[in-house]
């Protein structure tokens, strides 16, 4: 089968043809449809991380495709079935972050495109508890960046704890912030956009943003503290520590600020403030199973919409090049039909 390979750090894909995987038990071949492509396949593709994925690797986090074999023991999939697979590829299932609804936190966990190969390719071998369902209503192209860009923005407001018609602060306008805005939006939150080009204010107006400020021209924690006194929320996808620190100043007092983005950097948190102001610092991680099929339905609902653009797989070195730059809009997906 045809696949983008890692084969190390810092250097261009190569296409290839390697061995079609086979399903062990409990585990299901999916063929892949269409796969997104995240930022953190960047990171990836460049080992940034204090944890290195493995090598050589498929990467793809956001492979949607239909099920051609089921292996000994899945019950509840059959060949046919449309689904994707997500970056939590696989949890262990009863350890304490499992059994509370935190599967996301799991320390035995895989993750697709990172710990085992994932959706740059024609077939990827997934575990079946983990896939999710797709709704009829959706086409594997629009699925697809749901499957990590959408359920982490998704997933991200609902740990920020802003209410309807409290401000939300989304740092960064790409493939999850522009989700994150909509999600924002539909959720009844008053939202500023921040990033660093005039185009992605316009898209941020677009989509209904209240307030946007481009960086390169403004702070945007002293833009947002002097016009509104701070948000109750930040969502921060940038990947730069610039921007979550500018975060974090952009919260009033009690607020949440969530850390999404992975630049491979530390932020400035102030002891003084943090204490006397309440205020609260959270990672948050992709989303739990749950998350991702309420994401899916509001998306089928037609509350949000995702801007694709779509490629072949020979492109994949071009995309990075591009998303390195921040050179297009919303998310560029993988057309394996293309
Ligand atoms: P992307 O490249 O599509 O978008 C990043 C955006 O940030 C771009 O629009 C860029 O212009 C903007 N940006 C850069 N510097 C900025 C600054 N100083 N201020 C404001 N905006 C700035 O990337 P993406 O796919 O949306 O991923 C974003 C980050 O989120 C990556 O680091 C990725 O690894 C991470 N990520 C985290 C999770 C999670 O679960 N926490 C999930 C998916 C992706
Ligand atoms: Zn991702
Ligand atoms: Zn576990």
Redesign the pocket.
């Known amino acids: 089968m045809k696949a983008a390979v890692v084969k190390q750090f810092k250097e261009k894909l190569e296409v290839e043809d390697v061995p079609k995987p086979k399903p062990g038990p409990r585990e299901i071949l999916v063929h892949i449809q269409a796969c997104g492509v995240?930022?953190?396949d960047l990171?990836a593709a460049h080992g940034a991380w204090p944890v290195k994925p493995k090598l050589p690797l498929i990467p793809g986090h956001e492979g949607v495709g239909i099920v051609e074999e089921v292996g000994v023991g899945v019950t509840h999939l059959q060949a046919g079935d449309r689904v994707g697979v997500p970056w939590l590829y696989s949890a262990c299932g009863y350890c304490e972050c499992c059994l509370t609804g935190r599967e996301t936190l799991c320390l035995d966990q895989q993750n697709a495109g990172y710990s085992v190969d994932g959706g740059y390719a024609e077939y990827c071998v997934a575990a079946a508890d983990y896939v999710v369902k797709i709704l009829e209503n959706l086409n594997f192209i629009e699925a697809a960046p749901l499957f990590?860009?959408g359920v982490?923005t998704y997933k991200a407001l609902k740990v920020s704890e802003v209410k309807p018609g409290e401000w939300v602060a989304i740092?960064?306008?790409?493939?999850?912030?522009h989700l994150g805005l909509q999600y924002a939006k539909a959720m009844g939150m008053n939202f500023v956009a921040?990033?660093?080009s005039d185009e992605?204010m316009e898209l941020a107006k677009s989509l209904g943003a209240d307030l946007v400020v481009n960086?390169l021209k403004e702070d945007a924690a002293d833009f947002i503290q002097r016009k509104i006194g701070g948000v109750h929320g930040v969502v921060c996808?940038?990947?730069?520590k610039?921007?979550f620190d500018q975060a974090y100043r952009s919260i009033r007092r009690g607020g949440t600020c969530v850390m999404?983005?992975?630049?491979p950097e530390s932020m400035d948190v102030p002891i003084f403030d943090t204490v006397l102001n309440g205020t609260k610092v959270v990672g948050?991680?992709?989303g739990t199973r749950k998350d991702l099929q309420e994401t899916l339905q509001f998306t089928a609902e037609g509350k949000v919409k995702c801007i694709i653009e779509t490629r072949a797989l020979e492109n994949i070195n071009e995309i990075y090049d591009e998303?390195l730059e921040?050179r297009f809009n919303g998310r560029i997906v993988i057309d394996m039909n293309k």
């Open positions: 995240c930022h953190t990171h990590c860009a982490t740092f960064g306008v790409g493939g999850l912030g921040i990033d660093t992605k960086v996808t940038a990947v730069a610039k921007a999404v983005g992975l630049p948050s991680i992709v998303m921040g």
